[in-house]
Each structure stands twice: as C-alpha cells, then as structure tokens.
C-alpha cells in the first residue's frame, strides 16, 4: 500500500464506516506487532495464516 500503512487502512475504514469489520494479519512476529494494529480489529494474526483461527474469526465477526 505505497499511500497508507495498514494501521492507517484500519483507522480509516473505521472512521468511514462505523460498523466495519476488521479482520487484521501482520507479516511481523507478535513481538514486533505495533500496539495500535488492534485499534478497530477485533481479531489480529501474524502469518502464517492458521486457518480454523482465521474461519473462527469470521464466523465470530459474523455473529457481531
């Protein structure tokens, strides 16, 4: 995203859209996660994808 960070992406989405829902994934190791990734995610992953967790989130995400 040459224009937004997805940090910035988040914000944005859910400042345009109040009832967003915001699945986050990261490439950086949990260690190095920017606190505010989970500003507007409920649910937040780091790769590799572990796709039951990601099929629960939607689900969840689904129900909210």
């Known amino acids: 995203m040459p224009e937004l960070t997805g940090l910035d992406l988040i914000l944005e989405l859910a400042r345009a859209f109040l009832d967003v829902k915001v699945i986050a994934m990261s490439g950086i190791s949990a260690d190095e996660t920017p606190q505010g990734l ?11 994808l572990d796709l039951p ?4 989130a939607v689900q969840d995400e689904l129900q909210h």
């Not at 989970?38 to 590799?48: C, E, I, V």
């Open 53 to 56: 967790a990601l099929l629960h």
């Open 38 to 48: 989970a500003h507007g995610a409920r649910h937040t992953f780091q790769k590799p």
